[in-house]
C-alpha cells in the first residue's frame, strides 16, 4: 500500500506527524514525504521535516494526506501542488485531509459538492469550494476523509486504517500508541472553551483568517461557486 504525505513550509507538524504514526503501522505500507523541493522545511512552529521525493517522483498512491497549517495559503493559487492533488486524488483509495488540508483540496476543485470539515476557525470558508460544512470531528464523505484541527488527524487517520483494513486493525494500532485521551480541560472546541479565550483567539488569527477568506473567494470566482461569507 502506498502512502504519501504533502509537505510544505510552515505546515503544522502534527497534521502530518499524527496520521503517519497511525498510517505507517498498517500492514505492507510503504509511506513517503513528497514536496515541491526535497529541500528541508519547517513546520510553523520550527520542527524541520525533508521530504522523500518531489511530487512528480510520487508513484500513484493508494492513500493521499494532506495536512494544513499556516502555509497551505501559499500553495492555493500553485498549480503544481494543485493539479498533483487531482491527479492522485482520482486513483486514490483514500484522501485524508487534516485541518486546513481540506481548503486545498477545495482549491483544487475536490470538495465540489462534499460533506466536509476543517479547523473550526475556517469551517466558514468550505462553502467557498461549494462543501456543506460538517461540525463532526471527522467526517467521511466517499472515499474522502475530512479531520478537523490539528489533532483530530489522528482520529481520521484511524477512522481511514478502518475503512482500509478493518476495523481489528485500527483498534490494535489504537491500542498499540495508547490513543486513549484524558484532556485536563473541556477547552477544545469554540462550543466548551472559556468564551474570553475563544475571542482572543480569534483576534490572534484574524490576519491570516482575511487572508484565507481572500484566496477562498478567488477559488470561488473560478469554481463557480458563492463568495465565502465572513464571520
Request: charged share 20%; aromatic share 6%.
Amino acid at each position: 500500500m502506498q502512502i504519501g504525505f504533502l509537505l510544505f513550509d510552515q505546515l503544522d507538524q502534527i497534521d502530518l506527524t499524527g496520521p503517519f504514526e497511525v498510517l505507517s503501522r498498517l500492514p505492507a505500507a510503504t509511506i513517503r514525504l513528497y514536496g515541491r523541493t526535497t529541500e528541508p522545511v519547517r513546520d510553523v512552529n520550527g520542527l524541520r521535516l525533508q521530504a522523500d521525493a518531489r511530487l512528480a517522483d510520487a508513484p500513484q498512491l493508494d492513500v493521499l494526506v494532506v495536512p494544513g497549517g499556516a502555509g497551505q495559503e501559499a500553495l492555493m493559487e500553485d498549480e503544481e501542488v494543485l493539479g498533483w492533488l487531482r491527479r492522485q486524488a482520482a486513483g486514490a483509495r483514500c484522501v485524508l485531509s487534516v485541518c486546513t488540508g481540506a481548503l486545498l483540496l477545495g482549491a483544487a476543485g475536490l470538495l465540489v459538492g462534499r460533506r466536509a470539515t476543517t479547523h473550526w476557525a475556517s469551517a466558514h470558508l468550505l462553502g467557498a469550494f461549494g462543501a456543506e460544512s460538517a461540525p463532526e470531528r471527522v467526517v467521511i464523505d466517499d472515499k474522502f476523509v475530512f479531520a478537523a484541527g490539528v489533532t483530530a488527524g489522528i482520529d481520521g487517520a484511524l477512522r481511514a486504517a478502518a475503512d482500509l483494513c478493518g476495523a481489528e486493525a485500527a483498534q490494535a494500532i489504537q491500542l498499540w500508541i495508547q490513543y486513549a485521551p484524558e484532556p485536563p480541560f473541556d477547552a477544545g472546541t469554540p462550543e466548551t472553551a472559556p468564551p474570553h479565550l475563544v475571542a482572543a483567539a480569534r483576534r490572534s488569527s484574524a490576519p491570516l483568517t482575511e487572508r484565507r477568506e481572500a484566496s477562498a473567494r478567488k477559488v470561488a470566482s473560478r469554481l463557480g461557486q458563492v463568495e465565502a461569507g465572513r464571520r
